[in-house]
T-cell receptor, first 113, second 115 residues
């Protein structure tokens, strides 16, 4: 039972490069989320999705795009990476409804040089 | 715009002691207050949660105290153990509208329990 799986686990990019982070969940959850975690800032929501084919902006969406073509996958894209996007990225998923906990993956550590 | 403020940033406790982490929020539309525990190299995991119609919730050594009028809530870890050493995040969830289901996290507290 894998839960939420994030790939890759680590990546180093040069400024201006692009990449896609993949999140896959096997719990049939409707909701999926992308966060970034920075020291002293907690977790900040980048984008989220309440169902297949739908996405919405979170607290810090600039510089990122997302897609949810399949219910189990949620992709986070960086079109032109910037050093300010150096962070640890977490994906989470949850059932629809009140009091449903979010289940997190183990993160992707991304460095932009 | 930080809507949930968490303190302290770091906390050192001796084994067997009580660890207390505090959070304060501003948005009265929040309706669910979870605490997450995160170990190094891992994602956060739900530890315990409370709704605002309850003033206290206890699960084993972990207790949430909630003060709705003061818009504050806290996590108490009784008989703290070295295995409790982790980063703890409080969070609050928006009640409805287009923000339904979204969590706002506090800044995190790094807890170290010395043996």
């Amino acid at each position: 039972n894998a839960g939420v799986t994030q790939t890759p686990k680590f990546r180093v990019l040069k400024t201006g490069q692009s990449m896609t982070l993949l999140c896959a969940q096997d719990m049939n959850h409707e909701y999926m989320y992308w966060y970034r975690q920075d020291p002293g800032m907690g977790l900040r929501l980048i984008h989220y999705s309440v169902g297949e084919g739908t996405t919405a902006k979170g607290e810090v969406p600039d510089g990122y795009n997302v897609s949810r073509l399949k219910k189990q996958n949620f992709l986070l894209g960086l079109e032109s990476a910037a050093p300010s996007q150096t962070s640890v990225y977490f994906c989470a998923s949850s059932w629809r409804g009140s009091n449903q906990p979010q289940h997190f993956g183990d993160g992707t550590r991304l460095s932009i040089l | 715009q930080q809507q949930v403020k968490q303190s302290p940033q770091s906390l050192i406790v001796q084994k067997g002691g009580i660890s207390i982490i505090n959070c304060a929020y501003e948005n009265t539309a929040f309706d669910y207050f979870p605490w997450y525990q995160q170990f190094p190299g891992k994602g956060p995991a739900l530890l315990i949660a409370i709704r605002p119609d309850v003033s206290e919730k206890k699960e084993g050594r972990f207790t949430i105290s909630f003060n709705k009028s003061a818009k504050q809530f806290s996590l108490h870890i009784m008989d703290s153990q070295p295995g409790d050493s982790a980063t703890y995040f409080c969070a609050a969830r928006n009640a409805g509208g287009t923000s339904y289901g979204k969590l706002t996290f506090g800044q995190g507290t790094i807890l170290t329990v010395h043996p």
